[in-house]
Protein backbone atom coordinates (compact mmCIF):
# COMPACT_ATOMS: atom_id res chain seq x y z
CA UNK A 1 0.00 0.00 0.00
CA UNK A 2 1.43 3.62 -0.83
CA UNK A 3 2.56 5.24 1.94
CA UNK A 4 2.83 9.13 3.49
CA UNK A 5 6.51 9.74 4.37
CA UNK A 6 6.59 12.71 7.26
CA UNK A 7 10.59 13.62 8.93
CA UNK A 8 11.94 13.60 11.13
CA UNK A 9 10.27 11.41 13.54
CA UNK A 10 11.16 13.35 16.47
CA UNK A 11 12.54 16.91 16.50
CA UNK A 12 13.03 18.77 19.73
CA UNK A 13 13.61 22.65 19.55
CA UNK A 14 13.66 25.63 21.74
CA UNK A 15 10.79 27.53 22.80
CA UNK A 16 11.13 30.76 20.07
CA UNK A 17 12.53 28.71 17.53
CA UNK A 18 11.26 27.98 13.92
CA UNK A 19 10.69 24.66 13.24
CA UNK A 20 10.09 22.87 9.61
CA UNK A 21 8.08 19.92 9.66
CA UNK A 22 8.25 17.88 6.33
CA UNK A 23 5.48 14.86 4.80
CA UNK A 24 5.78 13.72 1.53
CA UNK A 25 2.20 12.96 0.06
CA UNK A 26 1.60 10.06 -2.25
CA UNK A 27 2.68 10.95 -5.86
CA UNK A 28 -0.94 11.21 -7.41
CA UNK A 29 -2.57 13.02 -4.68
CA UNK A 30 -4.10 16.33 -4.68
CA UNK A 31 -5.55 17.46 -1.32
CA UNK A 32 -3.09 17.44 1.96
CA UNK A 33 -3.47 17.88 5.20
CA UNK A 34 -1.76 18.41 9.06
CA UNK A 35 -3.63 16.85 11.78
CA UNK A 36 -1.95 17.20 15.32
CA UNK A 37 -2.67 15.46 18.79
CA UNK A 38 -1.61 17.02 21.93
CA UNK A 39 -0.67 14.14 24.25
CA UNK A 40 -3.61 12.50 26.21
CA UNK A 41 -5.81 14.79 23.93
CA UNK A 42 -7.88 14.16 20.67
CA UNK A 43 -6.66 14.23 16.91
CA UNK A 44 -7.27 17.84 15.72
CA UNK A 45 -7.46 19.21 12.20
CA UNK A 46 -5.11 21.91 11.89
CA UNK A 47 -5.23 22.51 7.92
CA UNK A 48 -6.37 21.16 4.62
CA UNK A 49 -4.38 22.17 1.17
CA UNK A 50 -5.20 22.13 -2.79
CA UNK A 51 -4.26 23.62 -6.16
CA UNK A 52 -1.81 25.73 -3.83
CA UNK A 53 -3.62 26.86 -1.99
CA UNK A 54 -5.14 26.32 1.99
CA UNK A 55 -8.28 25.01 1.57
CA UNK A 56 -9.88 25.07 5.23
CA UNK A 57 -7.88 25.98 8.59
CA UNK A 58 -8.72 25.58 12.41
CA UNK A 59 -8.94 27.44 14.96
CA UNK A 60 -5.59 26.76 16.39
CA UNK A 61 -3.56 27.22 12.58
CA UNK A 62 -3.22 30.93 13.51
CA UNK A 63 -0.37 33.55 12.23
CA UNK A 64 2.55 31.39 13.62
CA UNK A 65 2.04 28.30 11.36
CA UNK A 66 2.06 28.15 8.00
CA UNK A 67 2.27 25.57 4.81
CA UNK A 68 3.45 25.09 1.69
CA UNK A 69 4.24 22.71 -1.12
CA UNK A 70 7.31 24.21 -2.27
CA UNK A 71 8.16 21.68 -5.18
CA UNK A 72 6.37 19.23 -7.08
CA UNK A 73 6.42 16.30 -4.07
CA UNK A 74 7.09 17.86 -0.57
CA UNK A 75 4.40 19.49 1.75
CA UNK A 76 5.95 21.22 4.82
CA UNK A 77 4.25 23.01 8.31
CA UNK A 78 6.05 26.03 9.54
CA UNK A 79 5.49 26.74 13.01
CA UNK A 80 7.48 29.91 13.22
CA UNK A 81 7.92 30.86 16.89
CA UNK A 82 7.57 27.74 18.93
CA UNK A 83 5.37 27.76 22.03
CA UNK A 84 5.70 25.38 24.76
CA UNK A 85 2.10 24.35 23.54
CA UNK A 86 2.94 23.34 20.33
CA UNK A 87 3.93 20.12 21.89
CA UNK A 88 2.91 17.43 20.11
CA UNK A 89 2.79 14.54 17.65
CA UNK A 90 2.12 16.28 14.29
CA UNK A 91 0.15 13.94 11.28
CA UNK A 92 0.24 14.91 7.66
CA UNK A 93 -2.31 13.26 5.39
CA UNK A 94 -3.04 13.04 1.61
CA UNK A 95 -5.79 12.13 -0.38
CA UNK A 96 -6.84 11.90 -4.24
CA UNK A 97 -10.04 13.81 -3.84
CA UNK A 98 -12.20 15.63 -1.25
CA UNK A 99 -14.45 12.40 -0.09
CA UNK A 100 -11.72 10.36 -1.00
CA UNK A 101 -9.80 8.31 2.01
CA UNK A 102 -7.24 9.85 3.98
CA UNK A 103 -3.68 8.47 4.15
CA UNK A 104 -1.85 9.08 7.48
CA UNK A 105 1.65 9.30 7.75
CA UNK A 106 3.66 8.06 10.99
CA UNK A 107 3.80 11.77 12.46
CA UNK A 108 6.60 13.38 13.91
CA UNK A 109 6.42 13.86 17.42
CA UNK A 110 7.28 17.41 18.34
CA UNK A 111 8.69 18.63 21.39
CA UNK A 112 9.11 22.17 22.33
CA UNK A 113 11.80 22.68 25.66
CA UNK B 1 -19.40 22.29 16.16
CA UNK B 2 -18.44 19.10 15.15
CA UNK B 3 -17.25 16.09 17.74
CA UNK B 4 -16.94 12.72 18.86
CA UNK B 5 -16.81 10.61 22.06
CA UNK B 6 -14.83 7.39 22.72
CA UNK B 7 -16.10 6.34 26.50
CA UNK B 8 -13.54 3.86 26.92
CA UNK B 9 -10.46 4.58 26.91
CA UNK B 10 -9.45 0.34 26.86
CA UNK B 11 -11.19 -2.24 26.06
CA UNK B 12 -9.73 -5.93 26.88
CA UNK B 13 -11.03 -9.04 24.69
CA UNK B 14 -10.00 -12.77 24.59
CA UNK B 15 -8.86 -13.91 21.49
CA UNK B 16 -11.74 -15.30 19.53
CA UNK B 17 -14.66 -13.10 20.93
CA UNK B 18 -16.53 -10.31 19.89
CA UNK B 19 -15.23 -7.22 19.58
CA UNK B 20 -16.67 -3.64 20.02
CA UNK B 21 -15.16 -0.29 20.24
CA UNK B 22 -17.66 2.47 20.83
CA UNK B 23 -18.56 5.56 19.60
CA UNK B 24 -21.16 8.60 19.33
CA UNK B 25 -21.09 11.62 17.50
CA UNK B 26 -22.24 15.38 17.53
CA UNK B 27 -22.56 16.95 14.07
CA UNK B 28 -24.43 19.36 12.21
CA UNK B 29 -26.02 17.94 9.29
CA UNK B 30 -25.50 14.89 7.85
CA UNK B 31 -22.16 13.13 8.87
CA UNK B 32 -19.58 11.40 7.58
CA UNK B 33 -18.24 8.77 9.58
CA UNK B 34 -14.65 6.85 9.91
CA UNK B 35 -12.65 4.00 11.78
CA UNK B 36 -9.13 4.52 11.77
CA UNK B 37 -6.80 2.25 13.42
CA UNK B 38 -2.97 3.21 14.25
CA UNK B 39 -0.24 0.14 15.23
CA UNK B 40 3.00 1.36 16.86
CA UNK B 41 5.30 3.55 15.30
CA UNK B 42 2.55 3.89 11.90
CA UNK B 43 -0.12 6.78 10.70
CA UNK B 44 -3.49 5.81 11.00
CA UNK B 45 -4.87 3.14 8.76
CA UNK B 46 -8.34 4.00 7.18
CA UNK B 47 -10.76 0.98 8.06
CA UNK B 48 -14.20 2.04 6.39
CA UNK B 49 -16.31 4.83 6.14
CA UNK B 50 -20.35 5.58 6.54
CA UNK B 51 -21.52 8.24 3.77
CA UNK B 52 -25.01 7.61 3.02
CA UNK B 53 -27.05 4.09 2.39
CA UNK B 54 -27.08 1.24 4.07
CA UNK B 55 -26.41 1.74 7.78
CA UNK B 56 -24.04 -1.34 8.60
CA UNK B 57 -20.75 -0.58 6.67
CA UNK B 58 -17.76 -3.71 6.33
CA UNK B 59 -14.01 -2.68 6.08
CA UNK B 60 -10.97 -3.89 6.81
CA UNK B 61 -9.62 -6.97 8.67
CA UNK B 62 -12.99 -8.21 9.09
CA UNK B 63 -14.30 -5.02 10.94
CA UNK B 64 -17.87 -3.26 10.39
CA UNK B 65 -19.67 -0.52 12.00
CA UNK B 66 -23.51 0.29 12.25
CA UNK B 67 -24.26 3.78 11.74
CA UNK B 68 -27.67 4.57 13.88
CA UNK B 69 -28.88 7.88 13.75
CA UNK B 70 -31.50 8.09 16.34
CA UNK B 71 -28.67 6.99 19.00
CA UNK B 72 -25.80 8.61 16.55
CA UNK B 73 -23.61 5.84 17.13
CA UNK B 74 -20.88 4.16 14.97
CA UNK B 75 -19.52 1.50 16.99
CA UNK B 76 -17.07 -0.74 15.66
CA UNK B 77 -17.42 -4.27 15.76
CA UNK B 78 -15.31 -7.88 14.84
CA UNK B 79 -17.26 -11.05 15.65
CA UNK B 80 -13.76 -12.59 16.42
CA UNK B 81 -10.63 -10.71 17.64
CA UNK B 82 -7.66 -11.68 16.98
CA UNK B 83 -4.14 -10.51 18.60
CA UNK B 84 -3.20 -8.91 16.10
CA UNK B 85 -6.18 -6.36 16.16
CA UNK B 86 -4.29 -4.82 18.91
CA UNK B 87 -3.92 -0.82 19.00
CA UNK B 88 -5.47 2.01 19.07
CA UNK B 89 -8.45 2.70 17.10
CA UNK B 90 -10.19 5.99 16.58
CA UNK B 91 -13.39 7.28 15.73
CA UNK B 92 -13.60 10.30 13.59
CA UNK B 93 -16.77 12.61 11.88
CA UNK B 94 -16.98 15.41 9.67
CA UNK B 95 -20.39 17.35 8.36
CA UNK B 96 -20.73 15.58 4.65
CA UNK B 97 -20.51 19.51 3.84
CA UNK B 98 -16.99 19.45 4.42
CA UNK B 99 -15.46 16.42 2.48
CA UNK B 100 -12.88 15.10 3.75
CA UNK B 101 -12.07 18.17 5.75
CA UNK B 102 -12.17 19.12 9.47
CA UNK B 103 -12.21 15.29 10.70
CA UNK B 104 -13.24 15.82 13.97
CA UNK B 105 -11.43 12.66 16.02
CA UNK B 106 -12.38 11.07 19.41
CA UNK B 107 -9.40 10.13 21.89
CA UNK B 108 -8.71 7.12 20.97
CA UNK B 109 -9.57 3.78 22.73
CA UNK B 110 -6.63 0.55 23.00
CA UNK B 111 -7.97 -2.27 22.32
CA UNK B 112 -5.80 -5.14 23.74
CA UNK B 113 -6.42 -8.82 22.95
CA UNK B 114 -5.48 -11.48 25.07
CA UNK B 115 -4.35 -14.49 23.64
Known amino acids: EPEVTQTPSHQVTQMGQEVILRCVPI?????FYWYRQILGQKVEFLVS????????KSEIFDDQFSVERPDGSNFTLKIRSTKLEDSAMYFC???????????FGSGTQLSVL | AQSVAQPEDQVNVAEGNPLTVKCTYS??????LFWYVQYPNRGLQFLLK??????LVKGSYGFEAEFNKSQTSFHLKKPSALVSDSALYFC?????????????FGKGNQVVVIP
Open chain 1, 93 to 103: ASSMGPDARLF
Open chain 1, 27 to 31: SNHLY
Open chain 1, 49 to 56: FYNNEISE
Open chain 2, 27 to 32: VSGNPY
Open chain 2, 50 to 55: YITGDN
Open chain 2, 92 to 104: AVTARLYGNNRLA
